[in-house]
Every structure is written in C-alpha cells, then in structure tokens.
C-alpha cells in the first residue's frame, strides 16, 4: 500500500481563517488578510473547530495518490461522496503481466487456507489471461476478478469532509484496510495543516464513543 499527499490548498489554515473572519466582519478580504498573524489565525481557527463552524473548512482542499490497495476498500471510500475520485479503470486496463492481490492477515495466519487462498487467485489470474487471449473484452473478463484485486485512485476531499472520513473511518471498528489508509492520510494532513486537523480522528478522543458496540479499547493510529 502506497499513499501521498499530491496536492493541498495553499496556506490552507489562513484561507480558513479569512473565511471564518469574512463572517463576522464588515472590512475587505485583502483587509483581513494583511492582519492576520500566525497568532490569530491559531487563536481563531481554535475557536471556530471547538464550535462546530466547520463550513469554512470546505475552503481548503487535498489531494492524495492511494496505491495496492483492494477493489474491496474502493466500495467503502466511494460511500463518502463529498469527495471526488479518479480510479484505475478495470474496463479499460489490460493486466497482462500480472494483477496484485490484497491477502488479509487474518488469513495469512492459517497456512491451509493462505494456500486454498493464493490456489484460487491464480486460478483466477489464468482464467482472466485466458479470456483477453480469447478476444474476451477486458471489460467483461473483468467479471471475475475478485474484490481482493488491487486498484489505484486519486481522492480530493476538503478539510470538513476529511474530518468527518477520519471519525468514521480511524475508529477502532473501521474495518482494517480503510481504518489504515485513513489513518495515513491523517499523518499527512497534520503535518501540512496541524491547526484544521489537531483534533481530528474518531468520535472518542473528543466526545466519547457513538457506536452500539463499543471497542473497550484507548484509541491508537
């Protein structure tokens, strides 16, 4: 699994802050702008998270590169839809020279089933090959590939769906592969955007734990 943080908005904390200042003010942007300190866009950006004026962070935007990662985490991420993604197109993508497989380490563990596992995808792998050998479309031999394939995807989401995604999706019941990748992408943002993300992560670590089934765990990326 590879992920990166592609592109961010600039100065994203200040741009937060300008709007969140706009708000409440009479003066021009260009105004705003030439009086914030450091100090004041932290003191107001503080102030604005803690009371739930998260609208202003759709202002500030990121972009990330996620790579090996499974067909199966894709159906997950894709339900966030205040988000715009671009994915490798199995309709289109002939995986000639080989396709990439997610194995859980649940399954790694049991030795009989990682090989009834690993019989199976390349069994699929060679029926696949067989297909486009056959003048099968890409787009219909992909039928069978299984949900453990992997994929790649651009994903842009603003800082107020990011931390919505990270609430969700870092708790300790997020299922494991999604619960990683955000939990990367978390990293990422914090070191580029600390004051919009210092906070973030699951329910738990700001107001107690809101699911039925509670993980009985301390929160931990």
């Known amino acids: 699994m590879k992920i990166k943080l592609l592109k961010f908005t600039k100065d994203s904390e200040k741009m937060c802050a300008i709007a969140a200042r706009l708000c409440y003010s009479s003066i021009d942007v260009d105004e705003i702008s030439e009086k914030f300190t450091e100090e004041k866009i932290k003191e107001l950006l503080v102030k604005v998270i803690s009371s739930g004026h998260h609208s202003v ?11 090996g990662v499974s067909r199966a985490l894709l159906a ?3 339900r966030h839809r205040i988000a715009s993604f671009s994915v490798q197109s199995q309709r289109y993508v002939k995986f000639k020279d080989g396709i990439e497989f997610i194995i859980p380490d ?6 009989i089933l990682l090989k009834k596992y690993n019989n199976f995808l390349r069994n699929t792998e060679a029926l696949y090959k ?9 787009e219909d031999a992909r039928y069978i590939l299984p949900n453990a394939s992997t994929t790649k995807i651009i994903i842009t989401m603003n800082a107020r769906e990011l931390r919505h995604f ?13 619960r990683d990748i ?3 992408m978390l990293n990422l943002v914090r ?3 600390p004051l919009l993300f210092s ?3 699951p329910d738990c670590i700001r107001e107690g734990c809101h699911e039925t089934f509670f993980c009985g765990k301390p929160w931990t990326k």
């Open 191 to 193: 070191k580029e955007a």
């Open 199 to 201: 906070n973030a992560g």
């Open 76 to 78: 997950q991420f894709t």
């Open 106 to 111: 649940t399954i790694k563990k049991d030795e």
């Open 166 to 178: 990270f609430s969700l999706r870092c708790c300790n019941r997020a299922q494991w592969e999604i």
């Open 130 to 138: 067989e297909f486009l050998g056959a003048g099968i479309p890409a």
């Open 57 to 67: 962070l759709e202002h500030a935007s990121f972009t990330f590169v996620i790579e």
């Open 182 to 184: 955000a939990c990367r």
